[in-house]
Structure formats: structure tokens, C-alpha cells
């Protein structure tokens, strides 16, 4: 009899989980067993539409009620952020976890994967196995009694507490087993972090250390002497006038993917003289001819760099990618711009420095052998698919 998966999909934005999800359900669907992804964003689906697998529109996560704070940025904590599109309201929950319950109904999966799905998590409790799959940030450890506090640019808005009374609240109406802390909100059968260690910001706070990224392509040393400067950023950064700047500054030198962007709005750096793509490119190519890699901090494009032992520019734009920038500054890997503090503004001299930077290239160098050799040992897209067909 044929075994079904169910993959799921709830928060986060971006390409990057349906790309992960994608790896993992082709290797799934290779081995007989039928694959189906429930997504939150049908758009962003390409990825699992190319690797032949069905797809389901996701329960989305209605708004909770306003509050006087919500002008407040609030990222302190992973509470904060979860609290803020919805756990922090029963109301809000509960329609969420009655949807997962039908779609179970519907499709009873033998097994669930969960990226980044909390609810989708604690609505398969007793109805399957659930693998928690998902990059570090994205995943805390299960059996965590409070989040850590990220950083100190503005307090923590939402306490563990009141986030898991409302959470609770909303499975005792829908006759679903309630949690005890915070970290069970990604209980599971197993769970696997698709992180290097170095961008795992639970890693003290672990049983076990994260598996390593599910990769698309073997990374290999970048070229001796090359002066290429990559560029991957997203069109809301590009479009900001002193990103901008820089780029136009970097055009002799530059190749750039935006995903999604106009045509149009590339033409300008074309004529300067950059390499300009309109379509993804291999990242194992493009991290072999370059110097230094300009994204936003990322999982995915990071450990790509970290593994192809380039030198990396970070522009972060929220909680999740500074974290990755400054773990990669920390070791000497990086140096990251955050872009979320009003009076930010980025010049282009910091970014040659970067580029001309001597000792970040030979760290950079020797932390790509590391991180090449821990992969070779084991394929972390191996070792995944194994220990989801152990929960089939």
C-alpha cells in the first residue's frame, strides 16, 4: 500500500521553504511514496510544481485582534513574532487548527512534515507522525520552557505565558490536547534543523546539534584571483535608493539576481556594466567565480557562501537574517547591515572594504573546506529522507 506525506507550510515568506520542501518530497516521491504539499503562499510554489507534487492552499492565519502596541515592532523574542500574526488571539487559532483537522481528515497522511507550521504540528498530534524539518531560526527546540531574547533593539512585547494560554484556549475548543510550554509548539516525532551550526541561534540550547542546509548543488572552492562582486537581494531592498547607489557604484564588477523584479529597473545597472540575470542561476557557479556575495541574510544563500568559502555583505531586514549576518560577522565570515533601523544607510566604501578585505577571504576560505568536508561526510538530504521513512 502506498504511503502518503503530507509537507506543510505556515509561516515565513520567500522561495526558501518551498525549495527545501521540494528537495525533500522529490526524494520521497523516488522512493514510492505519495507526496502532497499543503503551502502558504500557492505563488511561491514553483519549486514543488516543478517536482510534480500536488499541492493544497494552506489554512492562512486570520489576524488577531488589534491592540494599542501593534505600531511597536516586536521581534525580541520568536513569541513575539508568532504572537503578533495570530497566536497571541484564540480566535485566530482555532479556525486554523478546525482547517488542518478536515484537511487530516481528507487526506490522512501517514505523515506530516512541518515547516515552519506549528499548528498544523499540534493539529496531527495522535493523527500521524509529524517530522519538524526546517532551517534553525525557524525551529527551537521542543522542549524550551521560554524563548530566548534576540536582541535589545526594542522589548519583548508577548510573554511565553499568554502566548500559550491563548494557544490553549483555542485546542480545548476544537477538543485538542493542550501544551505545556512554549517549545511544544513544535512537538514532533522528530526533528531535523536544515542549519549549519553556525547559524543556529538555539545552538546552546540543543540535545543535538543542527543536521546541516539541504543543498541543491555540491559547493566547490571559489576560483583563485576572481574579482566578482554576486549580488542576490530581493526587489524591496533593491528598489531603496542607497542600495541602489551602491549597486550602480558596483556595476564593472557586479552580476545580480532580483527574483520578481521588472526588467526595466535592471536596465540601468546593465548599461553600467553588470552582469544581470533574469532567471535563478546555479549558486554553485555563480559562488565559484566570486570575490564577495551581497544578500540579506538568508539560510539558504548563506550557508551556499559558507560552503563555497566566499567572503559575504549582509543587508538584513528582519529578525531572522540579522541573526544569520552577525553569527557570520562574529566569525569573521561577514559583515552585516542591518536595514530595519529608520537612519540606515548603506554606503558603497564598506562594501569594498569588504571586497578587498584579505583576512575575511582566508577565513572565509578555511570555514568553505570545514563546511564542504562536513557535508561530504553526510548529506543532510540523505540523512532527512531516511528518518522520514522511518516514521512511515
Same mark, same amino acid.
Given at each position: 500500500?502506498? *504511503? *502518503?506525506?503530507?509537507?506543510?507550510?505556515?509561516?515565513?515568506?520567500?522561495?526558501?521553504?518551498?525549495?527545501?520542501?521540494? *528537495? $525533500?518530497?522529490?526524494?520521497?516521491?523516488?522512493?514510492?511514496?505519495?507526496?502532497?504539499?499543503?503551502?502558504?503562499? $500557492?505563488?511561491? %510554489?514553483?519549486?514543488?510544481?516543478? @517536482?510534480?507534487?500536488?499541492?493544497?492552499?494552506?489554512?492562512?492565519?486570520?489576524?488577531? @485582534?488589534? *491592540?494599542?502596541? /501593534?505600531?511597536?515592532?516586536? +521581534?525580541?523574542?520568536?513569541? /513575539?513574532?508568532?504572537?503578533?500574526?495570530?497566536?497571541? /488571539?484564540?480566535?485566530?487559532?482555532?479556525?486554523?487548527?478546525?482547517?488542518?483537522?478536515?484537511?487530516?481528515?481528507?487526506?490522512? #497522511?501517514?505523515?506530516?512534515?512541518?515547516?515552519?507550521?506549528?499548528?498544523?504540528?499540534?493539529?496531527?498530534?495522535?493523527?500521524?507522525?509529524?517530522?519538524?524539518?526546517s532551517t534553525a531560526y525557524c525551529?527551537? #527546540?521542543?522542549?524550551?520552557?521560554?524563548?530566548?531574547?534576540?536582541?535589545?533593539?526594542?522589548?519583548?512585547?508577548?510573554?511565553?505565558?499568554?502566548?500559550?494560554?491563548?494557544?490553549?484556549?483555542?485546542?480545548?475548543?476544537?477538543?485538542?490536547?493542550?501544551?505545556?510550554?512554549?517549545? %511544544?509548539?513544535?512537538?514532533?516525532?522528530?526533528?531535523?534543523?536544515?542549519?549549519?551550526?553556525?547559524?543556529?541561534?538555539?545552538?546552546?540550547?540543543?540535545?543535538?546539534?543542527?543536521?546541516?542546509?539541504?543543498?541543491?548543488?555540491?559547493?566547490?572552492?571559489?576560483?583563485?584571483?576572481?574579482?566578482?562582486?554576486?549580488?542576490?537581494?530581493?526587489?524591496?531592498?533593491?528598489?531603496?535608493?542607497?542600495?541602489?547607489?551602491? $549597486?550602480?557604484?558596483?556595476?564593472?564588477?557586479?552580476?545580480?539576481?532580483?527574483?520578481?523584479?521588472?526588467? +526595466?529597473? $535592471?536596465?540601468?545597472?546593465?548599461?553600467?556594466?553588470?552582469?544581470?540575470?533574469?532567471?535563478?542561476?546555479?549558486? @554553485?557557479?555563480?559562488?565559484?567565480?566570486?570575490?564577495?556575495?551581497?544578500?540579506?541574510?538568508?539560510?539558504?544563500?548563506?550557508?551556499?557562501?559558507?560552503?563555497?568559502?566566499?567572503?559575504?555583505?549582509?543587508?538584513?531586514?528582519?529578525?531572522?537574517?540579522?541573526? =544569520?549576518?552577525?553569527?557570520?560577522?562574529a566569525a569573521g565570515l561577514s559583515? =552585516?547591515?542591518?536595514?530595519?533601523? #529608520?537612519?540606515?544607510?548603506?554606503?558603497?566604501? #564598506?562594501?569594498?572594504? %569588504?571586497?578587498?578585505?584579505?583576512?575575511? %577571504?582566508?577565513?572565509?576560505?578555511?570555514?568553505?573546506?570545514?563546511?564542504? @568536508?562536513?557535508?561530504?561526510?553526510?548529506?543532510?538530504l540523505d540523512a532527512l529522507t531516511?528518518?522520514?521513512?522511518?516514521?512511515?
Amino acid at each position: 500500500m502506498t *504511503r *502518503r506525506v503530507l509537507l506543510t507550510w505556515e509561516q515565513g515568506a520567500g522561495f526558501g521553504h518551498t525549495i527545501q520542501l521540494a *528537495r $525533500l518530497g522529490r526524494r520521497l516521491a523516488d522512493a514510492g511514496v505519495e507526496v502532497v504539499a499543503a503551502v502558504r503562499h $500557492l505563488q511561491n %510554489a514553483g519549486p514543488l510544481i516543478e @517536482a510534480g507534487i500536488r499541492l493544497i492552499q494552506a489554512p492562512p492565519w486570520p489576524a488577531p @485582534a488589534p *491592540r494599542p502596541g /501593534d505600531h511597536i515592532p516586536a +521581534s525580541a523574542t520568536l513569541t /513575539d513574532s508568532l504572537a503578533r500574526v495570530g497566536l497571541r /488571539d484564540p480566535d485566530s487559532v482555532r479556525p486554523v487548527l478546525r482547517a488542518w483537522l478536515d484537511m487530516l481528515a481528507a487526506e490522512r #497522511p501517514d505523515l506530516m512534515v512541518c515547516d515552519y507550521a506549528p499548528l498544523a504540528g499540534l493539529a496531527a498530534r495522535g493523527r500521524c507522525p509529524v517530522m519538524q524539518a526546517s532551517t534553525a531560526y525557524c525551529l527551537p #527546540p521542543a522542549d524550551l520552557e521560554a524563548m530566548p531574547v534576540f536582541h535589545d533593539f526594542m522589548p519583548s512585547q508577548q510573554t511565553d505565558d499568554e502566548v500559550v494560554a491563548a494557544v490553549n484556549t483555542a485546542l480545548a475548543q476544537t477538543g485538542l490536547a493542550p501544551i505545556d510550554r512554549i517549545g %511544544a509548539l513544535f512537538t514532533g516525532d522528530d526533528a531535523f534543523v536544515r542549519s549549519f551550526q553556525l547559524l543556529d541561534p538555539y545552538a546552546d540550547l540543543r540535545s543535538r546539534q543542527a543536521e546541516g542546509p539541504v543543498m541543491a548543488e555540491t559547493m566547490r572552492e571559489t576560483s583563485p584571483g576572481t574579482r566578482t562582486i554576486f549580488a542576490y537581494i530581493h526587489t524591496d531592498v533593491a528598489a531603496r535608493p542607497d542600495v541602489a547607489a551602491v $549597486l550602480m557604484a558596483l556595476a564593472p564588477r557586479l552580476e545580480i539576481y532580483v527574483p520578481g523584479v521588472d526588467p +526595466s529597473w $535592471l536596465a540601468p545597472l546593465s548599461a553600467a556594466g553588470a552582469t544581470v540575470h533574469g532567471r535563478p542561476v546555479s549558486m @554553485a557557479e555563480a559562488m565559484a567565480r566570486s570575490r564577495l556575495l551581497i544578500h540579506q541574510g538568508s539560510a539558504g544563500v548563506a550557508a551556499d557562501a559558507l560552503a563555497a568559502g566566499v567572503p559575504q555583505v549582509t543587508f538584513s531586514v528582519h529578525v531572522e537574517h540579522w541573526l =544569520n549576518g552577525e553569527a557570520l560577522a562574529a566569525a569573521g565570515l561577514s559583515r =552585516n547591515f542591518p536595514l530595519f533601523h #529608520p537612519n540606515a544607510r548603506i554606503a558603497v566604501e #564598506p562594501v569594498l572594504a %569588504a571586497l578587498e578585505d584579505g583576512d575575511m %577571504a582566508l577565513v572565509a576560505a578555511a570555514a568553505g573546506r570545514m563546511h564542504r @568536508a562536513e557535508l561530504a561526510a553526510r548529506d543532510p538530504l540523505d540523512a532527512l529522507t531516511e528518518r522520514c521513512r522511518a516514521l512511515l
